[in-house]
Every structure is written in structure tokens, then in C-alpha cells.
């Protein structure tokens, strides 16, 4: 294993090993090194006997690249430091030597190991002088300028230094004081300010020691603020700042002044390595209470962001300035601006492992690329495949992928619920008018100081009852207790779980419901509807976050030794600045978290989703982008169609299959065969019901169940209280039943089989099976039951939706066409403006039935003329189901060989899937045709396709284990094999379900998960938890769509949606208007705020109102201008 390290000139004999042993050593003195110390840090490395063999004949020229580490010891074995040096060493050619630091304390630097490729950077107590004179001596190549570092530890030079770039920073004034004589100096000091050289800093202000070294920063407040300062410091246990009364600055010692920025109490750390990579981690803001905010491990929080376009521009000029290949820097972001307030030199991100991939791959290429020509090492520069995103289309042609768009239901969730009753109260409209909503006539409450009214008045209803049974409150006592109890649960309103709707009735309720008694008064009431549950469930979080992960894989790239899991070619398209992502949600809590969960898989982040939904998704929640409350006229009537239909006591006849089915759609027409009288089945779902809550009932009694624990908190009361409601309202007094309450009872039964089997309740799988066929009756009809009430209803929801995604697909081409440049002479080149642009909106069941009926019956393609959209039109009305997860997603390609005009050059494939696997699905599911099918013509020349990997490839979380269902071997992410693209390993082929000798490609493998919070039992339930089914791939309904067709269509589609909706179109457009002439960045409060409703809130709870900052780990594109959600109208809080 050892191998002598007495070189007699620049490295010679090197190369002996076999070139996939790594190796990494520490350097010692010349006549003495001993290579034999391999770092033991290389986990997962067999070396056998047959790696030792020694080469004779190996030409002496094909030696090894040395590269050296120089820098203190603590420094030099730092985790990070470790992990990037591992991974620079599965480089064929290149070995890593740490130089010791009694050697470099100590010994004279011709002593000093030698080395082809130089790391050096000072920190305490590092001899700069000798590693500048070593360099002098010895010539190596330096990642990091030697003089520079000089002059980043004088904060005067490093500020001259960004003035001479170019690059903003706050306005400062340099106070430099002779030591001996600290009283001669220009400094004037006031009540609230400073006069520095004749220039006033008013408070609060900044003063910071001239010398970088000197962490002892404090900050100046004004009397009218309380006076005083903060004193920031190297961080220590889990203070960073205290505060002190202290209102006076330091008399000695140089100082830089500056303004203080409002930033809204973050800090945005930047790391470069090179130019053009750059990842950027906000962190609560020392300044703002001083106490550092960590994590369940103890490390400090750090948020994802995403760097704008001249934020890119910015750490591009910082490292070349400095020239600091690996350089750490502080940004502000106020009053619309990025400022830079300090430069730090060599520094790493801690705790990524993609920044470790990142960077160990772009510093080895970087030395690869400068020194093997010198040293003849046969090495070519690799094709980076997450440069320029080209893919083979279908067709076998190479084309760009230039924008991904996805509509995304949200996760499994638990049950929602609802109450009504009809209020008259004075107090209910005192309520009503406070919050404005004479204005609309309509009122959501949802903020935790809203229903505390709303709480505040039924108990004071509740009392009055009790005390004059005959008084003049007309509410319901039952009801009222019902609106007092949910309103009660949980001890506290987090803002996510629970809502109230007020609804205007100018006479009062029109028609007793089942609930309601028969007498009516007359005059003005207001209908109150109380929801609660529909909460996200850890399952749901899971799907997600898997979701997010195979999600990656339809970006191409990634290719390679550093591909250790699947998808990170959209990984490292994130971080080179060429991927511009935003993420919408609809204002739902399920809705949020879902995005947030998803974005966590997607970009690889780690930690809570709190900061993640934070930062990085957008509240959608006005004008119905994805939200919409109201029902339309149209789909009044057809559930009052649907009523009539289901309510007849004898088997369904023809004429009822043509009246509820017209469109014959295969998953209908099973359903009703299931059914074959509506009244009989509804007959034996209500006595199904009665039985489970006879049963719950008898559990309660039992002492054995006291303590049993449903999943996700949930006790065998709630469950009861859940059913019993159920009970209740289906059956109305005139023994007809209420229809509106089969997705409710289907909804319920679904949780129940999945999530609490291990309860045991009988007959619950009959009870699944006859609610689940009334549900796909009931469910897809209430959205229409014939094609022009599915198209009317659709316009009514999701017109907004569609104008937004045309305009995403309309700005990816056209703002390329001024002087673009050609892929191949691009690459390397830094063009923040050439990028793939993901928008991903996330949204309710509603809006993707909508759009699904906007796809199929809206005249995007004829069925006749068109084989596989006829396929695809068939593969749909097989699908029974949208359920969680359900993903419609379209891809944008460019074909630069085509002509800028031409129709051909932009190219749209439509992809879908029906979301998360039913509980007993597998053996009558509707196959779709794969996922990208290609034609057979081509199989033979078609490259890797990207990394449509396998879900189950990238756990990085052991307590999920995948069941027996795939039993894949998981593979270590440094150890793969480098000769298996990621197309030959893990796709799976489907020729049995593809046209006449196609192929197809399934996106990820279904992968059951369990949720975190599981502990297996015997048998098939688990204690108070579930599986996590998988979820189906995406399917392709088309892939040879032109960008005219897609873009005619949507046009068609928006144009002839009514007057209001035309309202709302001006709306979206005037926002890009409005846009262009904003600032790229309006400060958000990601942390915290006084009297906003967006401050930092505990984990459990989102932002209801836009003030949320804009998306992901460093990315392109500019942060959206932000409304505040209360001020509701046609304000989008969204950019494009």
C-alpha cells in the first residue's frame, strides 16, 4: 500500500496503482513521506489484492496530478474539507496530499511537500508569507490567490476592491485612527448619528473593525427605537449578538460606518467555486435577536434560496475580483437590491452533500483541464450534459429542453369536514361587516383572531341558551356546540385546519336541508359553513417528497462518476444558474405543504418544510389561479341533475346510462354495472355506516382500546364523532339520501382502510367497494355530465390557469430570439438569461379535473384523425380516479437545427398520471403507453436518455424502507459503476403495452414507503400508522404536439371563456406589464416582522397571504414583487 514520496523533481512516479484506488494522503517531509497513511475517511472501498498490480510497462509521462492542501489543521480536516477531498479523489488522475501543519509552522518551504495544484488559504494563525514564498518556489497552480488574501483581511480594501467592480454595497465612511494618538480623528458623534470625513450616518448604523479578523460588529440604534446597540461575535455555543445599552461608539481602534440594512432579519451567505457555480443558504440574521437557531442535531438553520439573475452576476464578479476559485460572501437583500457587505475567501457550505458532489466535480475538472495538456495525461474535457439540457425526442432528434410545466394535486390527506347552519345573530353580522364582507357578500375566516370571534360568540350564544331556553336565539344548539367543539380542538388555532365561510342570503336559506328545521323566518340571514381536517398526513409528505425525487428524473444530464443518485443533472442545472423555478400553491394548507414537500425532494434540501414553504413557495390564492370557492350556475344544476338520477329506487336502464354517461366513458359504465340500483346500494352503504359506528361505539366500551392510537393522532372518539356525522347526514328526514355526501363517506372509508386497518373493523372493504363506485359516478359528474357542461364548468375554474401556462410557454421562446447563441459555443458561457424554466402549481382536486375536461373536450386534437391521441383519450376514460398526487405535466423542447420560424422548432409532449396507487387497484388498472415512447427505428441510435431512474434509488433516509414489492438493490451514491448510464440500469421496458415494437420508459418505478412515524406490527396493519402507497408513472398522452398547436389552442380556450373571465386575463397579463418595470427583489420576511401576517410561525402553520420570497437553492430568475394577500381583488401574488 505504500509508496514512496521522495520525488526527485515535479512528480514523476506516480501512476503505478491501479487508477480506481483512490488515494489520499497525508504530505510529510520530503526524505520521509510514507505514503502508507491512505485517510481511513474512504468508507465503501474494497481494496483487493488484484488493485495492487503494478503496471511495468506504463509510460512514465501517465502520472498522477498532486494536489496540495495548505492551511491549518483545523481547517484542513473539517468535515467539509474531508468530504470534498474523498470525492476529488475518485478522479483517475489526481491525488490529494495534506500538508501538516507542524510542517507548515515549522519547516522551511523548500521542505514542504510537493504538489502540481495549490489550496492554500489563511485563517488564524497561518504564515501567509511562507505559503506566497512556497508558491515562488515552486509553481503550482493556485485554486486560490495567495496576495489577494491580503487584502481580504482589511475590510477597507475589500470594500475599494467591489467599488472598483462595479458591485453594490451599502453607503460607508472609513474612520482610521493613529493608535497613539486615537483622539485626533474626523469623527463627530450626535445623539442619533455620526459624522464620519464630514459624511452623517443617521441611526441605526453599522460599525465594524477595519481588520476582517475582528468579529466584534455592533449595530446603533436610534432613541426613538429604545437607543442602545448589539454587539455581534463569533458565534458562540448559541449566541451570535447581545444586546447593551450602550448608546456611544468605540473611541478606539479603526472602524468602517455604514447604513443599516433592512433585511427583514436575514442573511443570504453566497459560496462560489469558480465563476459559474454558486450556492446560496439564508440564515436568521445575527443582528436580529442573537440567539442562533438550530436544528434537532444542533446545527445551525439555514434556508434554501434562490439568487436572481444579477445576484449570479454578482458572485461571478466577486470570485474573479478576489480571485478565490472557492469564495464565501455575504449578501443583503434590501429596498430591492442585493448588497454586498463582506467577502470572506475560502469557504465551504456545510452539511450538503450535493454541494460536496458539486464542488469536488468542478475543482477536479477545473485542475484536469489546466494541467493534464502539461503533464500529457490522456483526458478529454468531459461533454457536461447539465450545460445545455438536450435530450433525444421520440422522433431520435436532439432537442433542448426548454421548459417543464406541472399541475399537481396535493398529498393524502386526512378527512375534511364540514358543517352548515343558517345564522342570524346580531353579533354574526356585526362579525360579517367588520371583516368587509358586505363587499362581495361573501367571508372566509381563517386567521387565528377571526375565529377566536367567531368561538367568542357561540359560547356566548351557548350560555345565554342555557340560561333562557325561550329566548329570541334562533341558532341551533347543536350546531352551536358543534361549531364550539372543533373550534376548541387542538388547545390553539394554528391558522392551517380550520376555516369559517360566511355567505350573504338576502331571504334567508331557499329550501330546508336535512339538518334544518321546517320553519323559516324571513329576511336577511348569513349560511355559515364550518370546514376542519383535510390536513396533509406524514403519508402525504412522503408521496411528495417522492414525488419531488422522481421528479428530477425527466431532466436530462447527470450523467457519471458523480451521479451517486438519480436526477442530479437537474440538480446541478439548478445550481449553474440555468434553471429558473417557481412554485404556486393554492392558499390550502394540504396545498402548501404538499409544494413545500415536493420541493424538499426535488432539489435534495434537507430539514423542516416550514423554511422551505417559506422561502420558496408562492401563494397563488387570488382570482382562482388555483383556488376557487364558489360553485358555477352550470354545476348547480347538473348536481341537481346527479340528485335526480340517484335517487331512483330501480336498476339503471339504458336511458340512465345515456343520461349519466353520455360521454360512455368505460370508468362510468363499470360503475353503474357495480351499482345497478342507486337506492339499493345507498340502502347498504347507510346500514354499512350504522354498523362501523355500533362497532366503535362497542370498542369505546372496552378497556382494552382506552389508549388505542389511530394514525396521526387521531382517538377513537374523533373517528366516532366523524362517522356518526356521516350517519347522520346521508340519510335525510325524508329518508331520501343526501348524494352531495357519498365523496365524503368514500373519502372517509378510504383513510380509514389505509391509514387505521389495524383497528379491525368488519365489513369496511364491502363498504370501500360500494362507496368508491358511487364516488366515481358522483365525483367526475359533478364537473359536468355531458361535454358542454365538463368544457363550461372547466372555463369556470381553471381559465386563469391556462392563460398563466400559456404565457409560460410563450415567454421560454420569445425572449431567446434576440441574439441567442448557438448551444455548442454557449457552453461555458456565463448566460443567466439562457435557461430550463420549471413552473410547478399545485392545487386541488377540482382544478385538475378541470383541466383534464379542458385537455380532452376542448379541441386540442381530433380523435379521429389522431391514433395516439385517441389512445390517450381511451387510457383516460379508463382512469377512474384523480387522486393525490395526480400530475398533468407538459415539456417544452427546441430543435436548434430548425429553423427560428418554423413550426417545427418547438416541440410540446403532454404527460399524465392519475396519481397515488387505491388500495386495490393492481388488477384493474388502465395501462397507458410508457412514459416518452420511442419509435423502433431509433432505439438502436438513441443516447442516454437522462436519468429516468428509479424512485427507490435515492433514500436517503434509512427509516424508510421500500417493501418487497421492488426489492431493488440500493447502490452507494460515490461506488457506482461508471459504465452504467442510468437508462441501461433502471429503466424499465414495457413492450407489451406499447404500440407495434415501441419501447417505452417508465418514469419511476411504483415505490411503497412507509411514513416516517411507522414501527411495523405482524400481520398487515400497522399501530396507529400506514403504508405509503406508491404512486402510478407518468404516462404520455402525446409527444409530437407543435407549440402553434398547444399555444392555438390555449388562445381558443381563454378567448371564448366569458366577459369575466376576460377580466381576469387582463389581470395576469397587466401583471407581466407591471412587472417589468419592478425591482428584482422586493425584501419578504422569511423570519420575522412586527405586525405582519407573514412573520415566522411555528412549523405546523404557512403564510395564507403572498408575502412569500421566491424559490430554491441558488436558481435563475427574478424574485417575485410581492401583494399582501388581505388586499384581495385582481392582485396576482405571483410572478411569471
Partial sequence: MSEPCNRPGPVQERGRIRRDVPRFVIGCEEDEQD???????MKNEMLHQDDMEVYENESPSERQIVVGICAMVKKSKSKPMTEILERLCKFDYIDVVIFPEEVILEEPVEKWPLCDCLISFHSKGFPLDKAVEYAKLRNPMLINDLNMQYFIQDRREVYRILQEEGIDLPRYGVLNRDPDNPEECNLVEGEDHVEVNGEVFPKPFVEKPVCAEDHNVYIYYPTSAGGGSQRLFRKIGSRSSVYSPE???RKTGSYIYEEFMPTDGTDVKVYTVGPDYAHAEARKSPALDGKVERDSEGKEIRFPVMLTAMEKLVARKVCLAFKQTVCGFDLLRANGHSYVCDVNGFSFVKN????????????????????????????????????????PTTSGTMMELRCVIAIIRHGDRTPKQKMKMEVRHPLFFELFKKYGGYKTGKLKLKKPKQLQEVLDIARLLLVELGQHNDCEIEEKKSKLEQLKTVLEMYGHF???NRKVQLTYLRNGQPKASSEEEDCKKDGPSLLLVLKWGGELTPAGRVQAEELGRAFRCMYPGGQGDFAGFPGCGLLRLHSTYRHDLKIYASDEGRVQMTAAAFAKGLLALEGELTPILVQMVKSANMNGLLDSDSLTDCQQKVKARLHEIMQKDQEFIQDDFQKLAPTGSPSLVNSMKVIENPVKTCDKVYALIQSLTSQIRKRLEDPKSADLQLYHSETLELMLQRWSKLE??????????????????YDCIKYDSQHNASVGLEDTLELFRLSRALADIVIPQEYGINKAEKLDIAQAYCVPLMKKIYLDLQRTHEEEAVNKLHPLYSRGVMSPGRHVRTRLYFTSESHVHSLLSMFRYGGLLDEVKDQQWKQAMDYLSAVTELNYMTQIVIMLYEDNNKDPSSEERFHVELHFSPGVKGCEDEENVPLGFGFRPASSENEDKKPNQGSLEDLSQDQTDDALPV?????????????????????????????NHSSKGCTSHRLFQSCSRQSPEIKPAGGLGFEGCSMVPSIYPLETLHNSLSLKQVEEFLSKVCESSGEAQAKTMKAVSGLFDSQSQTSLYSPQQPLSSSGSEASFRPPAQPLWHGRIPSSAVSSAGPSSPTTDGSNLGLNFSFSE
Fill in 494 to 496: 394554528s391558522g392551517i
Fill in 35 to 41: 505514503m502508507g497513511q491512505m485517510e481511513a475517511g
Fill in 963 to 991: 417493501t418487497e414489492l421492488i426489492n431493488l438493490q440500493r447502490r452507494s451514491p460515490m461506488i457506482r459503476n461508471r459504465k452504467t448510464g442510468s437508462m441501461e440500469v433502471l429503466s424499465e421496458t414495457s413492450p
Fill in 247 to 249: 448608546s456611544n461608539v
Fill in 352 to 391: 450538503s452533500m450535493k454541494y460536496y458532489d458539486d464542488c469536488a466535480k468542478v475543482l477536479g475538472n477545473m485542475v484536469m483541464r489546466e494541467l493534464a495538456p502539461q503533464l500529457h495525461i490522456p483526458w478529454s474535457i468531459p461533454m457536461e450534459a447539465e450545460d445545455i439540457p438536450i435530450v
Fill in 728 to 745: 347522520r347526514d346521508f340519510r335525510m328526514k325524508n329518508g331520501r339520501y343526501d348524494i352531495s355526501k357519498i365523496p365524503d363517506i
